[in-house]
């Protein structure tokens, strides 16, 4: 099984500032990577697909980068609505997600 | 608009069967994978597997083989997942998931989302 290591566990950021968030596969997932974003009490839902592709409707601000076992989420200019839980996922080999970032207010 | 809803919410005994329901709408049903994945309290998530509405064909994981079924009925867009043999640590929040593209031969990226069932194992 593909384990994926997001970090850090948790973000402490204000709003306007830059985020970035880390996936680490423990073998070659090539671009096969996603990332999520869920809000308390709320389904996930698809922000980046294929490592750097963002999802339909998903504002400018995210951008995905990274290939082979290292990724990155970038959200350029926090705004309040982006507090909440990041996920990377693979397709590589079956689907496996990480554990999660908690992206908290400062 | 593409929506996916869910049944609701269930509490079973231990050794019981549970059986979720995902209702399809706003597009071409028997074109795109469903999947289901679940998230325990406080937890992260977890993929279960995927059907094709079009064949009927599916994919479990590992995990949960020999006790998950997933089918669907295309006369009402509608994909099913049941657990049996339920335990404690099948408590979780349910979802079941659209394939993000139509068509394709390798299940893709999850996109939309179902808005969740909780299933609630207790004695």
């Known amino acids: 099984e593909i384990v994926l290591t997001q970090s850090p566990a948790t973000l402490s950021l204000s709003p306007g500032e830059r985020a970035t968030l880390s996936c680490r596969a423990s073998q070659d997932v090539s671009s096969y990577l996603a990332w999520y974003q869920q809000k308390p009490g709320q389904a996930p839902r698809l922000l980046i697909y294929?490592?750097?592709n963002r999802a339909t409707g998903i504002p400018a601000r995210f951008s995905g980068s990274g290939s082979g076992t290292d990724f990155t989420l970038t959200i350029s200019s926090l705004e309040p609505e982006d507090f909440a839980v990041y996920y990377c996922?693979?397709?590589?080999?079956?689907?496996?997600f990480g554990q999660g970032t908690r992206l908290e207010i400062k | 608009q593409v929506q996916l809803v869910q049944s609701g919410a269930e509490v079973k005994k231990p050794g019981a069967s549970v059986k979720v329901s995902c209702k399809a709408s706003?597009?071409?049903?028997?074109?795109?994978?469903v999947h289901w994945l679940r998230q325990a309290p406080g937890q992260g998530l977890e993929w279960m597997g995927w059907i094709n509405p079009n064949s009927g064909g599916t994919n479990y994981a590992q995990k949960f083989q020999g006790r998950v079924t997933m089918t669907r009925d295309t006369s009402i867009s509608t994909a099913y997942m049941e657990l049996s043999r339920l335990r404690s640590d099948d408590t979780a929040v349910y979802y079941c998931a659209r394939d993000r593209i139509f068509g394709v031969v390798t299940p893709n990226w999850f996109d939309p989302w179902g808005q969740g069932t909780l299933v609630t194992v207790s004695s």
């Open positions: 294929d490592a750097s």
């Open positions: 706003g597009y071409t049903f028997t074109g795109y994978y």
């Open positions: 996922q693979q397709r590589s080999n079956r689907f496996t």
